[in-house]
């Protein structure tokens, strides 16, 4: 058990499993709050790195962080780990399939690998971070401890408390942000929130559950998901109205409580545009409507079909035949300062102009030029080719920088698209770029 005096004498060995994009800072984070930390993790290729100090993500925050100490070991063996572990955190992927159901094998899998090496005389709490649905917790890992005789409260202790970061921004890392912790015992929440308070200086709240807890996270990644479709859809509208939707939103942010978002070409990443399916896929379950939550959903997901239908109706106004006309995107991650490209609206964007003939290169600052993707060569440079049109994906800083005058004379057709409305389009219309964005008339 985890009384308040055995936290602060840091005299705890935390077990993180799963040493990705929320388990690693996890790790360092607790090791650096005086822990013993014990990582484990599938990959040969992450443990093998963690344990010659490398940073095995793509996240350079993380360079020179990887202990080498006692109190931190990395395994690859549950058996090896998982019997020294007073507190185990799961930080595992919880993906959609192609359909865009739930996947939680890995949940599953990260469960079995526990309760089978787990030494319950020292009764563990088992936290839960990743994002599911509420109810998730209990379904997937109760029938698991009753296959081995062992209960929830009695041999082990169920909680939930959900992963919150933004990557690529570290003032709003693991060890900043507020958060929520639920467990199915009262107790139990108010120890795991004092263990969490030695992580993050950003406060953290027990709730009444573990349900409770699932929820919030699950909620709170849908509210964004509804505020930038929105924006989306107005950005859709008013130019029909012959409106820039950006002057309209700027107009509408000088009320008090007005929040402002920004339309773009579409949302990647591995939380928004895959949190609201968690719900919806629950909501369906227990047959209560999720008519909101998944038309915002579709307004979002075809945001890249809209973006080049535009493109493509702006192109056929300004010459006679496309096909094999050359565009440019700039920036494949699906969002600035990073290399992550999962969901990333630019690949759906790609197959689109590749089906209505288009030639389709990309340059991404953050992504290394040998993607051997079907709708798009990568380049080293965005100099290096010559183009008909460009289309800002990511307002990557270093694509802001560009010199557009340069790559002007590089275009042919000179038709600029800002997916996210970060240009100056004065200045490059001065240039001789045709320019164009989105939620533009
Ligand atoms: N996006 C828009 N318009 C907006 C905001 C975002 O089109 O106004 C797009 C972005 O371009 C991107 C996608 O949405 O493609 C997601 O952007 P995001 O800023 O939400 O970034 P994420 O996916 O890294 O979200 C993370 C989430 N963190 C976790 O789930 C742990 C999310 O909960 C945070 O709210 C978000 O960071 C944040 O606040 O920055």
Redesign the pocket.
């Known amino acids: 058990m985890i009384e308040p005096s055995i936290i602060d004498n840091r005299d705890l060995t935390i077990g993180i499993v799963g040493l990705g994009y929320v388990g690693l800072p996890t790790a360092i984070g607790f090791y650096e709050a005086g822990f013993r930390v014990i990582g484990l993790d599938i990959s040969e290729d992450v443990i093998n790195k963690l344990k010659r100090q490398e940073n095995p993500s793509d996240d350079p925050t993380f360079n020179d962080q990887i202990p080498n100490c006692t109190r931190w070991e990395v395994s690859l063996e549950p058996s090896d780990v998982i019997p020294k572990c007073d507190v185990i955190i799961v930080t595992v992927p919880t993906p959609v399939d192609s359909g865009n159901l739930p996947n939680l094998s890995y949940v599953k899998n990260a469960g079995i690998s526990i309760f089978d090496n787990l030494d319950i005389m020292k009764q563990p709490i088992i936290v839960l971070e990743s994002?599911v649905y509420p109810g998730v917790t209990r379904e997937v890992w109760l029938p698991l401890l009753e296959e081995r005789g062992m209960e929830d409260g009695k041999h082990i202790h169920l909680a939930y408390c959900p992963?919150?970061?933004?990557?690529g921004?570290p003032e709003?890392g693991v060890r900043q942000v507020p958060r929520v912790v639920g467990a199915s015992n009262e107790k139990i929440a108010e120890h795991l929130a004092q263990l969490y308070r030695t992580l993050t200086e950003g406060g953290v709240i027990p709730v009444s559950s573990i349900e409770v807890a699932e929820a919030s996270k699950v909620v709170?990644?849908v509210q964004?998901d509804l505020n930038?479709a929105l924006?989306n859809e107005l950005a859709l509208i008013l130019p029909e109205m012959g409106l820039d939707v950006e002057e309209v939103l700027d107009a509408a942010a000088t009320k008090w409580n007005f929040h402002r978002?920004?339309p773009?070409i579409?949302?990647?990443?591995h939380?928004?545009p895959v949190d609201p399916y968690y719900l919806i896929q629950k909501a369906t379950d227990a047959g209560a409507p999720v008519d909101l939550i998944s038309s915002a959903r579709m307004v979002n997901a075809n945001m890249p079909i809209q973006v080049a239908k535009k493109i493509i109706q702006t192109t056929e106004n300004l010459t006679e035949n496309i096909d094999g006309l050359r565009v440019l995107i700039l920036g494949w991650a699906?969002?600035p300062g990073i290399s992550d490209t999962r969901e990333t609206?630019a690949l759906p964007l790609s197959e689109i102009f590749n089906r209505a003939g288009f030639e389709v290169f990309a340059w991404d600052p953050y992504i290394s030029n040998n993607q051997n993707l079907e709708s798009a060569t990568f380049v080293s440079s965005p100099f290096d080719i010559d183009n008909d049109i460009v289309v800002l994906c990511t307002a990557h800083p270093e694509i802001l920088q560009i010199d557009w005058q340069k790559l002007r004379k590089k275009s042919n057709l000179g038709l600029l698209y800002d997916g996210r409305r970060v240009l100056n389009e004065k200045k490059l219309e001065q240039i001789g770029w045709i320019f164009t964005a989105v939620g533009k008339p």
């Open positions: 994002t992963e919150r970061f933004v990557p921004n709003l709170e990644n964004r930038i924006v978002y920004s773009g579409g949302v990647g990443g939380c928004i699906y969002k609206p």
